[in-house]
């Protein structure tokens, strides 16, 4: 079992930034591809970024390329998301999701976080 809990969410302007960090319960957490994922309201959950066990591979959507940075420290179970340039379309709660042999882009993940809100105002 994994147990994921999101924090650094919150409210900034436009073109400013935040750090969310996801920290990880378990002793196995350098084994799952950690990734995270976006809920908009009135919208599907929708893939993010993600990075595999060893943080060598990297996947970002094509909507944050270039502002949003995953990264994941395996020596304290934690995964973090630097988030840069942030646009009001940004807006949507954040998920934090663990999962093995997934498919980084789908929602199929094993484990998954409460989320976190973040606002950003125009």
């Known amino acids: 079992q994994v147990q994921l809990v999101e924090s650094g969410g919150g409210l900034v302007q436009a073109g400013g930034s935040l750090r969310l960090s996801c920290a990880a319960s378990g002793r196995t957490f350098s084994r799952y591809t950690m990734a995270w994922f976006r809920q908009a309201p009135g919208k599907e959950r929708e893939f993010v970024a993600a990075i595999g066990w060893s943080g060598d591979r990297l996947y970002y959507a094509d909507s944050v390329k270039g502002r949003f940075t995953i990264s994941r420290d395996n020596a304290v179970n934690t995964v973090y998301l630097q988030m840069n340039s942030l646009k009001p379309e940004d807006t949507a709660v954040y998920y934090c999701?663990?999962?093995?042999?997934?498919?980084?882009?789908?929602?199929?993940?094993?484990?998954w976080g409460q989320g976190t809100q973040v606002t950003v105002s125009s």
């Open positions: 999701a663990a999962g093995v042999r997934v498919v980084v882009t789908t929602p199929r993940y094993n484990y």
